[in-house]
């Protein structure tokens, strides 16, 4: 670990031991699982490394899941001997100046061992685990709950869905990045956002906390709005003709297209599908909640992918970049697509949440490996701290997927 005393400095440090083009090598990493490094020449004068991860797509034992808050990738990997891929997910609730802690961090739609956590506020691409293999398509964020008992019909409230319960979550935030002479931009959340708007017709909101058993309970009623979206699960707006003056349980039957019965085990919102004609258009980038510097711009990031082959395997591939630099500043959502269908035919697949968050851990032999953002830095959190430099850890996420 090491520490210094300002960005500048901190990154001038990195810069020399991260801005490298890795070696080739194939790997055998158990069960048919196998790691292949590559560097890619970008043209002029910048390059790529390539991580990937592939396996036999009805093989490696995938898993979703959601964190209770933030945890580090590469620690995952390290407390569970069983695993031998765990990278970063889907997209989470990200702030540098801390003004309010959600109790759900994964944004948009978050199911893990077949119950949810996270309802989606609109609709959007999702990688989920069905049967023992991952599957990728658009999730409507809409489907079927009932409240005390009756059936309801409910959908997002960012969503165009007409249903009889409009629900808010933690993708329901507005994030803004505004300028810090110290670090370049920080990520500051629009209080105002964390609360529901003003009711003036015969609705309620409610304000639900879900219990181990999957079913979310009613605490918090507000015929005017006002309700604190962040301190529960989800807020729901009803009829009042659907409440009765009383705090309702709530239990969820479908999302989308997911019955909640099991049978998918798990599922998260991510980015836009590899076949997408032009992803400086896709809403992800209209997103509030990620920021005001919209992630699927054909700009160069750090970026993840997930996607089947037509041979029958699964890959998940971390094209590597850091910021600012002006050889290795990572890939644009076309160029990631051109390098895997460059070699590969796609079958299918979508993008993870992509920039600083790309992290890949990989059990080798005995010894756990840290892959993509090696240069991150811990920014201090209060006056007199210093800029830590964390290669293996990097930053923590609220969502994973898991190979065994």
């Given at each position: 670990m090491y520490s210094f005393e300002s960005n500048q400095v901190a990154s001038e440090f990195v810069r020399s031991r991260v801005d490298v083009p890795a070696v080739t090598r194939s790997e055998l990493i158990g069960n048919d699982m196998r790691l292949e490094v590559a560097s890619y020449d970008l043209g002029g004068g910048k390059f790529t490394n390539s991580y990937d991860i592939s396996f036999l797509s009805e093989s490696g034992q995938p898993n979703i899941e959601i964190s209770q808050g933030l945890a580090s990738v590469f620690e995952r990997a390290r407390e569970d001997p069983s695993l031998r891929v765990v990278t970063g997910a889907g997209f989470f609730f990200l702030v540098d100046q801390v003004n309010a802690v959600p109790r759900q961090y994964a944004l948009n739609l978050a199911l893990q061992d077949g119950q949810l956590h996270s309802f989606p506020v609109a609709d959007r691409e999702s990688v989920f685990v069905e049967k023992?293999?991952?599957?990728?398509?658009?999730?409507?964020?809409?489907?079927?709950?009932?409240?005390?008992?009756?059936?309801?019909?409910?959908?997002?409230?960012?969503?165009?869905?007409?249903?009889?319960?409009?629900?808010?979550s933690n993708g329901s935030s507005v994030i803004t990045h505004v300028r810090n002479d110290e670090t370049g931009s920080m990520r500051v959340l629009d209080d105002s956002s964390r609360y529901t708007p003003e009711i003036d017709d015969d609705y309620v909101d409610v304000g639900l906390i879900r219990r181990e058993d999957g079913v979310f309970v009613g605490v918090t009623t507000s015929a005017s709005g006002g309700v604190d979206i962040l301190t529960h699960d989800v807020v729901l707006r009803a009829h009042e003709r659907y409440i009765h003056g009383e705090i309702p349980d709530m239990r969820v039957h479908t999302v989308g297209r997911i019955a909640l019965d099991g049978a998918v085990q798990g599922a998260i919102s991510v980015g836009p599908m590899l076949d997408e004609k032009n992803f400086s258009l896709h809403s992800i980038n209209n997103d509030k909640s990620l920021g005001s510097r919209p992630p699927f711009l054909e700009v160069p990031l750090a970026r993840t992918v997930v996607y089947d082959t037509d041979d029958g395997h699964t890959h998940i591939r971390l094209f590597d970049g850091r910021p600012g630099s002006p050889i290795f500043p990572g890939v644009t959502p076309q160029q990631a697509v051109d390098l895997i269908g460059g070699k590969e035919v796609i079958a299918t697949g979508c993008f993870l949440d992509p920039g600083q968050t790309a992290k890949l851990a990989v059990k080798e032999t005995d010894e756990v490996m840290s892959y993509g953002n090696t240069h991150y830095l811990q920014w201090p959190q209060l006056p007199g701290e210093k800029f830590v430099w964390t290669p293996q850890h990097g930053r923590q996420v609220a969502s994973m997927i898991t190979l065994r």
């Open positions: 023992g293999r991952m599957s990728y398509e658009r999730i409507e964020a809409l489907g079927a709950l009932s409240l005390n008992g009756v059936e309801l019909s409910w959908s997002g409230a960012l969503s165009e869905h007409d249903t009889d319960v409009r629900v808010f």
